[in-house]
């Protein structure tokens, strides 16, 4: 195992990046998290507070902690590493271990691998140092002196090292208080560690206390771990000229889904949400994401990309389609998809139905129900597309809300002609709610139509004011109303809604 | 013709309403499980309310069937409800003005399919969703009558699909039952005092090899006597 350490890697990545003099300190939240040589020689350290440091030495330029510049700078020269061994593992920007046994049988011997190793990652300004061990943490103590371990003599190599050296490096997960405390006790070298009974050192320091244990005595630790390619699912498309009309991009939409189709089957996964994200020429972006339970068909996909740009259009919006990405949000594995829900055979018959109507209607005309909330009937139901995902609507308590058995009709609108009533007393004067919510005179008659309904029984007004605090101004008041007409056999329920100044029927019962 | 199979008689016709219970509680165990957790059940019926399940043929509404449906919204919202809450999916066609408002209670909402327009040829659109959910509710906003030459296609697909079909306004000459209903009764509500409460409705249903039948059942509140 060989471990590559790029000695004050935040350093080096800072000076990869703009010129800097020669002592430098990256500060992390007021204490020193890495120093360069020369700020090192004058005394600075690392937990130091920045007022010590720049009192110790008074020109040292300081600059905050950049995690992405790190990684960044990192980038590029772990890329490179990848061409000399195959097992290659960033532990952290400016830590990389590789499996030297394997890259020595390949180069021929290990001190070539490791020759190899360190010109790959050499730059003009990038300091370096190769360990080589038989363990991870002893090749990581290794690269710290630059040292190269023989086969069978970690413990030999290990003896003489100072105890403080296993909290100076991050990436071997030793606790800096345990650290500390075995400093204080008087056990200051690996070597001491080790004679220690490991008993004994866990029963004292616990978990952290065996870690520390376990490294001084050169246990066997793990293999080096590269990371997995992952493979990337999302499909971009970026027409060369941004696509002005519906059913290009529609066309376009298809091709792109038979690619993420593709690379789905390819990975072995079906996808259960799916982000359709079209981006326009002057930088609108239209985002929707769909539940899907079957791999979509290429039909399917273009049909809802086209149904959200048409929708767009058809609100006013215009503009040219400049990118259209399809997202996979969260996959799985095939088998398992249907069973999550539990749906089983009859799921996949009714998905399938409901897809081909709309295929057939537009992915518009099929809808699915979703409760919004509030306290008249109409408002409470609102329509989203069949397979559209929606946060589900929050549960708020909405006193005074019209109660169960709930009037199954809707009146057809607050424009429609057979909505509007007219409610009279015995006089023949028009009923109105009054400021104090209350009916201005008992209610004897409703004309609805042509129609005459002798008023047997009502129950409200039920007044609404909300809204007054901002813009959804809304001063309703509701009424439940039961008439019968001198022809009918049974007596007929509404329930009214009084709105600027006008009654009409927000639903009929039964 | 396409698709048509023959329908094993399944020994049901001659029993009493126990035996077919019995009958089928043995069918369900046959089945087995499916998915784990579920025990995955098929009956030849959607169940449906008590006064109402009791007038008709087998308990509820026929699967593979066709039912005729007056134009009453309250009752349609209950069986939609009470076919939701048993894990049925239901699907209403061409019907904008029904509010599913009452079925968020004991329904559930999720397993609802709208439908709204199901633009000009809305037969189709019901003939391809009854292969594949449990109930169909259609509806056409002025009452006519199906010629059999529409008629004969429709109950080939009804018959080899899944779900039972309920049609409002259109007569069929080939349902198994009609139900008629007419809401009678609103109580609870009085001269400017109370609320309504409960909706009465009396169906009266006509069914194949039955006498017709008729019996009121409550939407909300049944009345109750209180001691004061």
């Known amino acids: 195992m060989a471990a590559l350490w790029f000695p004050d890697w935040p350093v080096q990545a800072a000076r990869l990046e703009k010129d800097l003099p020669a002592a ?72 990389v271990v590789v499996d030297a046994g394997a890259a020595g049988r390949f180069h021929g011997s290990e001190d070539r691998a490791v020759e190899l190793l360190v010109d790959a990652a050499a730059r003009r300004g990038v300091d370096a140092l190769a360990g080589v061990a038989d363990e991870l943490a ?11 371990v023989p086969a069978g003599g970690s413990r030999e190599f290990l003896a003489p090292q100072p105890v403080g050296l296993l909290a100076a490096e991050v990436a071997l997960g030793c606790e800096a208080s345990v650290v500390e405390a075995l400093t204080r006790l008087g056990v200051d070298t690996l070597g001491r560690l080790a004679a220690l009974p490991v008993a004994a050192v866990h029963t004292r320091f616990g978990a952290a206390g065996r870690r520390c244990h376990r490294i001084a005595t050169a246990a066997p630790d793990r293999r080096v771990s590269p990371a997995l390619p992952e493979r990337e699912l999302t499909v971009v498309y970026t027409p060369e000229e941004p696509i002005e009309r519906v059913d290009a991009a529609a066309f376009a939409a298809r091709a792109l889904a038979a690619r993420l189709h593709a690379r789905l089957a390819g990975s072995g996964l079906s996808c259960l949400r799916l982000r359709v994200l079209a981006e326009l020429a002057d930088g ?15 039909q399917a996909t273009a049909d809802r990309v086209r149904w959200q740009l048409d929708g767009w259009l058809t609100a006013g919006g215009a503009g040219a389609l400049a990118t259209l990405i399809l997202e996979p949000v969260e996959v799985t594995a095939p088998d398992h998809a249907g069973r999550l829900f539990g749906d089983g055979p009859d799921g996949g018959r009714r998905r399938r139905a409901v897809s081909r109507v709309q295929s057939v209607l537009g992915v518009g005309a099929v809808l699915q129900p979703r409760l919004l909330g509030g306290r008249g009937v109409a408002e409470r139901i609102g329509y989203v597309p069949y397979g559209e995902e929606c946060e589900p609507a929050g549960r708020g308590a909405w006193p005074g809300r019209i109660p169960a058995p709930l009037p199954a009709r809707l009146g057809g609108g607050p424009d429609h002609p057979t909505a509007r009533v007219r409610l009279l007393d015995e006089t023949g004067r028009e009923v109105i709610v009054t400021a104090e919510a209350l009916l201005s005179s008992r209610p004897h008659v409703l004309g609805w139509g042509r129609t005459l309904f002798r008023v047997s029984a009502w129950a409200g007004p039920w007044p609404v004011d909300v809204g007054w605090w901002g813009r959804g101004k809304q001063k309703v008041a509701r009424l439940q109303l039961v008439g019968q007409a001198d022809d009918e056999e049974f007596p007929r329920a509404w329930l009214l809604l009084w709105s600027a100044r006008r009654w009409r029927v927000e639903a009929t019962y039964g | 013709m396409d698709r048509t199979h023959v329908r094993k008689a399944g020994g049901l016709a001659g029993l009493s309403r126990a035996g077919r219970v019995e009958a089928l509680r043995a069918r369900m165990a046959e ?80 397993n609802i399919v709208v439908v709204p327009d199901p633009g000009t040829d809305a037969l189709e659109v019901v003939a391809v969703l009854v292969d594949g959910l449990d109930l169909v509710v259609a509806r056409w906003p002025t009452p006519f009558e199906l010629p059999p030459t529409r008629t004969r ?44 409460r409960g909706v009465d409705v009396e169906v009266r249903v006509v069914a194949a090899g039955r006498a017709p039948a008729a019996a009121t059942l409550t939407v909300g509140q049944r009345p109750h006597l209180r001691a004061v």
Do not use: K, N
């Open chain 1, 24 to 95: 430098v300190a990256v500060i992390d939240g007021h204490r020193v998290r890495a120093c360069s040589a020369t700020a090192r020689r004058t005394g600075v350290r690392r937990g130091m507070r920045v007022r010590e440091a720049r009192s110790l030495c008074p020109d040292l330029a300081v600059l905050d902690d950049d995690p992405d510049r790190d990684g960044r700078a990192f980038g590029p020269l772990a890329a490179g590493l990848d061409d000399v061994a195959a097992s290659v593992e960033v532990l952290r920007p400016g830590l």
């Open chain 1, 284 to 298: 609108t972006r239209l985002e929707r994401v769909w539940r899907t339970r079957e791999a979509l068909t290429e």
């Open chain 2, 153 to 196: 296609p429709l109950l080939g697909r009804v018959r080899s699909g899944t779900a039972a079909l309920v049609l409002v306004g259109v007569r069929l000459a080939g349902a198994v039952a009609r139900i008629d209903a007419r809401v009678t009764a609103y109580r609870g509500i009085g001269a400017g005092r109370g609320r309504i």
């Open chain 2, 31 to 110: 089945l087995g499980d499916g998915v784990p957790g579920a025990p995955r059940v098929f009956p030849e019926v959607i169940p449906v309310m008590e006064p109402l399940a009791g007038l008709l043929p087998g308990g509820g509404l026929a699967r593979r069937a066709v039912t005729d449906l007056a134009d009453c919204p309250a009752l349609i919202v209950e069986l939609i409800s009470h076919a939701t809450a048993g894990g049925g999916h239901v699907a209403v066609v061409g019907w904008p003005e029904l509010s599913l408002a009452g079925v968020a209670g004991a329904g559930r909402l999720e």
């Open chain 1, 138 to 148: 002893t090749a990581l103590l290794a690269a710290r002196v630059g040292a190269v």
